[in-house]
């Protein structure tokens, strides 16, 4: 499977369609396909990560699109992205959190597959490869995974990966599931997957607002909503670089309780939607109980 740069979005200018509402209409006019030689779409999530972005960006293959989506950053995050990766699309998410700026970025996504991608240097780019070469040997969804063989990390620390040891196993437990490595996130999937993911719509609450799944939850949302599906997910070994300039916004236990809280909100989800479709409507757990 080789990645190649052969098709490109349909705007002369590579910024004509920055602005989101604009950019969410021209990729509804590129109705994803799936086969042999997908258009891939990098969605970066990134918030004042300017010097990280000005070394990961050019590190990335050739593929259809690079979407930054900006959260609203306070440094030079959209010139440096600019200037790192001629033809970058830069837009901006419509609230706050990583859930927000993915969500808009898969929105905005003209490709036939999306590889979510960290800005802070922890992702390789040249495992892409790896995850598009899964998707087309017939995966829907590719995992990646620092604990299987051929995985790693230069980042996670002794407390961090039993945490996620445990909740690995209650998501599997309460999902079916066998993921080896549920809290990471990078990962790929086919496009036409994204409406019934069923993600937070984009347009709606402003500013400081933040609805469930606009959070760090966002990648457990996916996981789990994956999983219910009963889509074919193969994971992927990856291996986790450590981040290259400022301080992590991942906070072990806070963050840990979230996960937690979402695998309980996403279970109650599954059990929800199946009593719906035998007794009629309801009022979602995520939502009766605020879990924002």
Not at 76 to 87: C, E, H, I, K, Q
Not at 193 to 215: C, E, H, K, N, S
Not at 227 to 247: F, H, K, N, Q
Request: net charge negative; proline share 7%.
């Amino acid at each position: 499977m080789t990645i190649t740069d052969t098709e490109r979005p349909l705007a002369a200018d590579a910024n004509e369609f920055d602005n989101l509402a604009d950019a969410i209409a021209h990729a509804a006019a590129c109705p994803p396909r799936r086969g042999p030689d997908p258009r891939v779409s990098v969605v970066v999530p990134a918030k004042n990560e300017a010097p990280n972005l000005r070394e990961v960006l050019p590190e990335l293959p050739p593929v259809h699109e690079v979407i930054v989506v900006d959260g609203h950053s306070h440094d030079n995050t959209v010139a440096v992205s600019r200037a790192a990766r001629p033809g970058v699309r830069v837009i901006q998410q419509t609230r706050r959190g990583k859930g927000n700026a993915l969500a808009c970025g898969f929105l905005a996504a003209s490709g036939d597959v999306i590889v979510m991608f960290d800005a802070d240097g922890s992702a390789d780019p040249a495992e892409i490869e790896r995850f598009v070469g899964a998707l087309v040997g017939g995966a829907d969804f590719a995992k990646g995974t620092r604990f299987a063989p051929g995985g790693g990390s230069h980042d996670i620390t002794g407390l961090r990966a039993a945490g996620n040891l445990g909740l690995n196993q209650l998501s599997n437990t309460l999902f079916g599931g066998g993921f080896t490595d549920l809290c990471y996130g990078y990962n790929a999937f086919w496009r036409d997957l994204v409406p019934r993911l069923a993600l937070p719509p984009v347009f709606g609450p402003p500013g400081d607002t933040m609805v469930w799944g606009d959070g760090f939850e966002i990648e457990t949302v996916i996981n789990c909503r994956v999983a219910a599906l009963g889509l074919w997910i193969t994971e992927v070994p990856s291996v986790e670089r450590r981040r290259l300039y400022g301080d992590t916004n991942l906070r072990t236990f806070s963050d840990g309780g979230r996960v937690l809280r979402t695998l309980v909100a996403e279970w109650q989800r599954v059990g929800q939607q199946r009593r719906t479709r035998r007794f009629g409507s309801f009022t979602p757990a995520w939502e009766a109980e605020g879990l924002v």
